[in-house]
């Protein structure tokens, strides 16, 4: 693409901009917006817009907040302020499923905590032979969860959604040792934990804190999980890689065995390791 003097001259004005701002990834951010507003054919209108996603990207708006989509595993997910964006890291799980876990056509899987279904939906995808339903409890996240099944949907991707808070026991009364999988990304941080601004300022409580340690999510999770899987079912748990240990450790009190911690540089980014958490359910 050829651009003008002056879109030259905006795109280099915004990534000092963007530099300046502290934003980590500022080449990534600067492609996307460049992408969404800078190739339109209304340049003058294109060119404000795109100054505009720029400053509220410096007050640090999540990227996928101000462009309302995310591509995830090649899907399309529509997302917005209310809602978790999703994490490249996630990815960890589809990689573990793809090499690991043999899955029977039919087996049911769960993805608790699913905020816009990225990991669920994914794992659709990859497996349309599995029956998959994501949970989740927050009514914003909700519709974005509906919203990105019934587009998926049209592109074969095949996904139920369920409002239910997983402390609540008796919603998943359906599901009791029926559930071959189940699959988090919950929220895991330490209640006192700093964090960069797109997530402390820009995401709900209820999505990224979990109590004095992170854990409290993932231990109503094991704890559902004795319930609802399958003799030899799996659990996946995505968590921090300062929580392994401890994660390691509620797994193995469990009823859960081969137990493992994964660690996936390839997965990792500047925000983060890619870290999980796997165990079966035991007889
Ligand atoms: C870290 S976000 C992850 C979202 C999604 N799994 C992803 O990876 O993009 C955690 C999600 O858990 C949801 N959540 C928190 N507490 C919950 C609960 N008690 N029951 C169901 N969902 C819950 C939040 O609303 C949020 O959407």
Redesign the pocket.
């Known amino acids: 693409m050829s651009l003008t003097d002056r879109e030259c001259r905006a795109i280099n004005q915004a990534k000092a901009l963007l530099r300046g701002a502290g934003v980590w990834d500022v080449d990534g951010d600067l492609n996307c917006l460049v992408d969404r507003y800078i190739e339109r054919s209304d340049k003058v209108r294109a060119l404000d817009e795109f100054m505009l996603a720029v400053k509220e990207r410096c007050n640090r708006i999540p990227l996928g907040h101000i462009i309302g989509v995310v591509e995830?595993d090649d899907m399309p997910l529509v997302v917005g302020s209310g809602?978790?964006?999703?994490?490249q890291h996630?990815k960890v799980i589809h990689k573990w499923l793809e090499s690991n876990a043999a899955l029977h056509p039919g087996t049911i899987v769960l993805?608790?905590?699913?905020?816009?279904?990225?990991?669920g939906l994914a794992i659709a995808r990859r497996r349309p032979d599995l029956k998959v339903t994501c949970?989740?409890?927050?009514e914003t996240?909700t519709q974005y969860l509906k919203r990105n099944v019934d587009r998926l949907a049209s592109m074969g991707v095949l996904v139920e959604h369920m409002k239910?808070?997983?402390?609540?026991r008796r919603a998943f009364t359906k599901f009791k040792h029926r559930i071959g999988l189940i699959v988090?990304?919950?929220?895991?941080v330490p209640q006192s934990q700093e964090l960069l601004p797109e997530w402390s300022n820009h995401?709900?409580q209820?999505?990224?804190y979990?109590g004095a340690d992170g854990l409290d999510?993932i231990r109503?999770i094991i704890s559902l999980a004795e319930e609802l899987l399958t003799v030899e079912g799996w659990l996946v748990v995505?968590h921090g890689e300062g929580q392994a240990t401890a994660v390691r450790e509620l797994f193995e009190q469990s009823r859960l065995i081969n137990v493992q911690t994964v660690i996936d540089k390839e997965t990792s980014d500047a925000s983060g390791s890619s870290v999980m958490s796997i165990g079966r359910k035991s007889n």
């Open positions: 995830f809602v978790f964006i999703p994490r996630s993805d608790l905590c699913a905020g816009s279904g990225a990991i949970v989740e409890f927050d996240a239910a808070d997983i402390r609540d988090a990304n919950p929220p895991y995401h709900s209820a999505s990224i979990s999510l109503q995505e």
